[in-house]
């Protein structure tokens, strides 16, 4: 027989219950978690066909270039996870013009001294992942990551908890690497 009070939700080990931990709540990710990936079509549905066509703050675009240029990474690794994409809709980087290529090259050396001016990084990782079977979440549009990295980034959350702990907005990390951009 009940006295009319109820046990709180706490004691009852429900949802919302403290429990000691502390959590992250990265709710933005859930697209990308549930493999919901953008289309691969050229134009709008191509998120790097469709980007070059918003005002570079909306879009997270850190600097273009003739043929090709630099946004930032929606869900980065770490602040200043920067992607090269070549204007043109392409798969392949063997499907690059030549011109294309010394553009999409020189300005993956740009993004590197950009991060490094802008918040000096103890390394790099430089990645292209050619199709869906190599991992490329857009595999119909040529993209290459510069992520850059410090000395004991990686810990327990991103194995554990799949989640990443960022310390800067990605409008504050693009202020920083637009100001950092090498001129010339």
Known sequence: MSDGSETAPEARGLPGAADGFERLWTPHRMVYVKGERPSEEQGDGCPFCAAPGTPDEESLIVHRGELCYVVLNLFPYNPGHLLVCPYRHVPLYVDLTDEETEEFTALTKQAIRAIEAASSPAGYNLGMNQG???????????????????QGDANFLPIVGQTKALPQLLDDTRRALV???PQG
């Open 132 to 150: 869906e079977a190599a991992g490329a979440g857009v595999a119909a549009h040529l993209h290459q990551h510069v992520v850059p990295r410090w």
């Open 179 to 181: 100001a950092a951009w």
